[in-house]
């Protein structure tokens, strides 16, 4: 079938140690629905890399030389929609940033937690099969979030609370902060819904205006702002 539907996941992977950049690229790229279509070895030639190849996924190592995984996330989504070239495999998404999937050894690693509070999408273990490394890819191309709940509470429980003032200033309504409850503990926009017997667009504008009043760059970051800020605790079941 022809069709924006059915072109391939274009991704650029980035990791300073050649190995494993080199391992990745070659068993994703034996993954359907997945061309990967360069690599970068550090922070600095990500973001070069993402302007020439204009990729709709980067698989981003935190701990990188020159310029980390953090802050080559907050250049990437702080440039403008459709910036550099036109995208060297034809993607349909490619005038659009790219989403960012951080990549890490450690569960708790305090870079992640801060790569999502930047505006990465969702984070993956490198020793998860390649096969489940490949879906998130796919899931966060197709504009949904990576979350896990316990292993998010446990790496925002060890970080100052940064936005603990984010929630006050947002004044979301009662609906906007269970809405938001929910998106914490994984919920789907069509699962919460159906947890809060609701539309399908009605939970889409109510997660519309908490990523609006919080400032949030996607639904992972307005997470983080939650777990952050209080309003869930490491006790909140999810």
């Known amino acids: 079938m022809s069709g924006a539907s059915a072109a391939p996941v274009t991704l650029l992977i980035a990791d300073d140690d050649e190995v494993t950049r080199s391992g990745l690229r070659t068993l994703l790229a034996a993954q359907p629905g997945i061309a990967v279509v360069g690599e970068a070895a550090d922070g600095v030639e990500v973001v070069e890399q993402a302007r020439l190849l204009r990729p709709d996924v980067i698989l981003m190592d935190v701990r990188m030389p020159r310029r980390n995984g953090i802050e080559a996330t907050r250049h990437l989504l702080a440039e403008p929609a459709g910036s550099g070239a036109a995208g060297a495999a034809g993607s349909s998404r490619a005038s659009d940033p790219p989403?960012?999937?951080?990549?890490?050894?450690?569960e708790n690693d305090d870079y992640v937690t801060a790569a999502l509070g930047a505006g990465a999408s969702g984070f993956v273990l490198k020793r998860l099969p390649v096969r489940q490394i490949a879906e998130a890819v796919r899931i966060v191309a197709a504009?949904?979030?990576?979350?896990?709940?316990?292993?998010?509470?446990?790496?925002v429980a060890a970080r100052p609370r940064d936005s603990a003032d984010a929630l006050p200033r947002a004044?979301?309504?009662?609906?906007?902060?269970?809405?938001?409850?929910?998106?914490?503990t994984g919920l789907s926009n069509p699962e919460i819904a159906q947890t809060l017997t609701v539309s399908l667009e009605t939970v889409k504008t109510h997660v519309g205006n908490v990523l609006t009043k919080l400032g949030a760059q996607n639904r992972t970051h307005a997470v983080v702002i939650a777990y952050e800020s209080g309003l869930v605790v490491p006790g909140f079941a999810g």
């Open 171 to 184: 004044a979301l309504t009662g609906r906007e902060e269970e809405v938001l409850r929910l998106m914490a």
């Open 99 to 106: 989403k960012v999937v951080v990549i890490t050894t450690f």
């Open 143 to 155: 504009g949904e979030a990576i979350l896990f709940p316990a292993t998010l509470r446990r790496m």
